[in-house]
T-cell receptor
Framework: DAGVTQSPTHLIKTRGQQVTLRCSPK?????VSWYQQALGQGPQFIFQ???????QRGNFPDRFSGHQFPNYSSELNVNALLLGDSALYLC????????????FGSGTQLSVL | GQQVMQIPQYQHVQEGEDFTTYCNSS?????IQWYKQRPGGHPVFLIQ?????EVKKQKRLTFQFGEAKKNSSLHITATQTTDVGTYFC????????FGAGTRLTVKP
């Protein structure tokens, strides 16, 4: 039973570039949430996808966008990267966009130079 | 919008001492969850509290949910070096919002 998998594990980009991060949820899960975690901070909610639609969104600009595929996997896209976008990006899966516990992947460490 | 605040930010204890972290939400929560993140790792679910005034125990860990469902606490009795990590509360109200975490270090 595979857990939540994220790719890539590490990524280095320069300002202004665009990046795509990928996530496969835990087997049996249909909901994917994305979080940004800066060093020494708690995870900040970006958005949640369920049934291939964005259901909830946190306080992130439109440069952050996402997608969910029919197999429940998801992508996070960030355009026009800023230095401040450097962080650990965590994907978490759960069931039916409800109040169930989150299973996190190991994250993608993004560095913007 | 919903905010979840957590204190203290850091806690350093001697092995065998107790540890408590507190969480407060600006809004009433449908539930609260606690996660532990080891250094270099990702958050791992510990427990979920749903009912007003609920208390749950996991071995040396005791979790409480306030009567107003706006605050919660995690208490660890007789800490061990394996308890090292950052403990996050996460309040659910439409979406899941995390506190900033309490980083626990334990001196052997």
């Amino acid at each position: 039973d595979a857990g939540v998998t994220q790719s890539p594990t590490h990524l280095i980009k320069t300002r202004g570039q665009q990046v795509t991060l990928r996530c496969s949820p835990k087997s049996g899960h249909d909901t994917v949430s994305w979080y940004q975690q800066a060093l020494g901070q708690g995870p900040q909610f970006i958005f949640q996808y369920y049934e291939e639609e964005e259901r909830q969104r946190g306080n992130f600009p439109d440069r952050f966008s996402g997608h969910q595929f029919p197999n429940y996997s998801s992508e996070l896209n960030v355009n026009a990267l800023l230095l401040g976008d450097s962080a650990l990006y965590l994907c978490a899966s759960s069931l039916k966009a409800g109040t169930e516990k989150l299973f996190f992947g190991s994250g993608t460490q993004l560095s913007v130079l | 919008g919903q905010q979840v605040m957590q204190i203290p930010q850091y806690q350093h204890v001697q092995e065998g001492e107790d540890f408590t972290t507190y969480c407060n939400s600006s809004t009433t929560l449908s539930n609260i969850q606690w996660y532990k993140q080891r250094p270099g790792g990702h958050p791992v679910f510990l427990i979920q509290l749903v009912k007003s005034g609920e208390v749950k125990k996991q071995k040396r860990l005791t979790f409480q949910f306030g009567e107003a469902k706006k605050n919660s606490s995690l208490h660890i009795t007789a800490t061990q070096t394996t308890d090292v990590g950052t403990y996050f509360c996460a309040g659910h109200n439409n979406d899941m919002r995390f506190g900033a975490g309490t980083r626990l270090t334990v001196k052997p």
